[in-house]
Nanobody, 121 residues
């Protein structure tokens, strides 16, 4: 069974850093590309970043360069690093499996449960 589980959210002060994890099981890295999306209250879900089959193939969809992706093949986890967090980053963050990276959440084939990130000013 394909499963993705996002974790690592919490409360962080503005300017702080956070690392979110997306643990995957039931797939290989060749099966899905792993994207991160977020949804703030009252807003549409938006693409944050995505890692392709090859871990060097990364995409960032927001204008701010405060996000970075990394991956652990040993633990089958994709990490989303957020630095200099801002209140506008407050949202539920989701990871999803896609056939091909896209900022459009409609392309996600398999969703994981989200994790709440709250940035206080």
């Amino acid at each position: 069974e394909v499963q993705l589980q996002a974790s690592g959210g919490g409360l962080v002060q503005a300017g702080g850093s956070l690392r979110l994890s997306c643990a995957v099981s039931g797939i290989t890295w060749d099966d899905y590309e792993i994207g991160w999306f977020r949804q703030a209250p009252g807003k549409e879900r938006e693409g944050v970043s995505c890692m392709g089959v090859d871990s060097w193939n990364t995409h960032y969809y927001l204008p701010e360069s405060r996000f970075m992706l990394s991956r652990s093949d040993a633990t089958k986890t994709v990490y989303l690093h957020l630095k200099n967090a801002q209140p506008e980053d407050t949202a539920i963050y989701y990871c999803g499996g896609l056939i091909r990276c896209s900022s459009d959440y409609h392309g996600v084939m398999k969703w994981g449960r989200g994790t709440q990130v709250t940035v206080s000013s």
